[in-house]
């Protein structure tokens, strides 16, 4: 079976959406009191969301067959992927800006619905163009391919918010706080409605997220164009972006050179999406699940390897 012909009935969305609304509302009852996140809690919550996206694979393997599920999980996990580069520009954003860390969940809850909002109208665009248009495989392939090349050759990203369009709109429209109401987005000061720090940040991570969510969309409609797995796959990566945030956030540095697997999946991506116009066709998926699985390990076992290299030198020095 084609997956991108898999035939998704309206009642799969209601339900997939009817389980990450549960899940949200779950997820926002357990951090309601704004405490800070240790590393356990982390590891434990992001347990709970590697285990419900790799248990709807196994749904997607018994009700829809085998290929539509290597095409979700291979989706899912290029957007688990990319994340963690979410994670380090969120680092940034929060270090810049000075969130409290008790807040900082509240910011990144609502950062991943206005993520998944945004990925959701991406998803459909971009399935039209390809069905619509003969060149759009090639625009995003080529889009892929230079996005993948300068995530490789660019230093630290520059996550200046006062150079962010958007939050410079967003603070010369709204009237604006320059310090923090406890976990409040906006607050009443002499009588008018003010916009707090704690909303400036959460606008800074949604400007942010939008090129993320460009690139990881665009990425994952060259594995399939099927917009149920394509969604799906990518909501599950997305609602655990929040305690992958809190597990990773302080080990970073350890992943110095995971940028550079990123670059090649998403080069991979582009280029996939240009063959398919031409006449070598579609590649396998089974390949596509194999070269994000490889790419991935290896710049993973690269980075720890340089990591422990590093700390060696650092200690005889």
Known sequence: MDPGMFPAPLWAWAAIGAVI???????????????VIELRE???????????????????WVGWGGEPAVAYYSG????????????????????????PEQYQHKVLFWGVVGALAFRLVFIFAGAELL??????????????IWT???LAVRGEPDVDPDRNVVVRFFRRVVPTEQ?????????????????????????????TDVVFAIDSVAAILAITTNTFLVWTATAFAVLGLRSLYFCLAGLLRHFGHLRYGLAVLLAFAGAKLILAETPVGTLPLWLTLLVVVLTLSVSIGWSVLAA???RRRHAGG
């Not at 609304?21 to 405490?35: F, G, I, K, P, T």
């Not at 982390?42 to 997607?60: E, T, Y």
């Open 148 to 150: 993948g090349w300068r």
């Open 179 to 207: 310090r923090y109401h406890a976990d409040r987005f906006t607050v009443r000061v002499d009588g008018r409605r003010r916009a707090t720090l704690l909303l400036v940040a959460l606008v800074a991570i949604e400007a």
């Open 131 to 144: 069905h619509r248009l003969a060149f759009a495989g090639f625009v995003l392939g080529a889009f892929l």
């Open 76 to 99: 899912y996990l290029l957007e688990k992927a990319l994340s963690v580069d979410n994670v380090f520009v969120f680092a940034l954003l929060f270090g810049y800006f000075r969130v």
């Open 308 to 310: 422990r290299r590093e």
């Open 21 to 35: 609304a549960v899940m949200l509302a779950v997820d926002v009852l357990s951090h309601r009191d704004n405490h």
């Open 42 to 60: 982390a590891l434990i919550w992001s347990g709970v969301w590697i285990a419900a996206g790799l248990a709807f694979g196994l749904i997607v």
